[in-house]
């Protein structure tokens, strides 16, 4: 009876260990989908922190460049016409209504371009 005993103890340890053995391999397994699904979620993150970045420097881009941009155009144009009017105030002596007396004093001829327009002009 002590023998049976102590084979049926036996038996039931290393069923035990069995049973542990698989329960720790499980786990494992159950771990590494845990860890497998947190990465995928941070990556996910990761997209959407990206796309957000990506948007907010679209949205920069839009204002504030081509505000700056269009400001630029905008200076050029009205350096450009100023030009065009001085040339044409010297080639005909007349008086523009409405130009400041700055406005009028200056000399686009210093730069190039005023050359360049007052050629064009004749």
């Not at 036996?10 to 035990?16: K, V």
């Not at 523009?96 to 007052?118: F, V």
């Amino acid at each position: 009876m002590i023998n049976q005993q102590m084979r049926d103890q036996q038996n039931l340890e290393a069923e035990n260990k069995k049973l542990q053995s698989m329960l720790l391999e499980k786990e494992a397994q159950q771990l590494s989908s845990v860890v497998i699904e947190e990465f995928k979620k941070s990556y996910a993150f990761k997209i959407i922190i990206q796309d957000h970045v990506q948007e907010a420097h679209n949205h920069i881009y839009d204002i504030e460049v081509k505000a700056l941009e269009a400001e630029c155009i905008e200076d050029g144009f009205i350096r450009g016409f100023m030009k065009g009017v001085h040339a044409m105030q010297r080639k005909t002596g007349a008086e523009i209504e409405g130009l400041t007396p700055s406005q009028a004093s200056g000399d686009p001829s210093s730069d190039s371009g005023g050359e360049e327009l007052e050629s064009e002009l004749q």
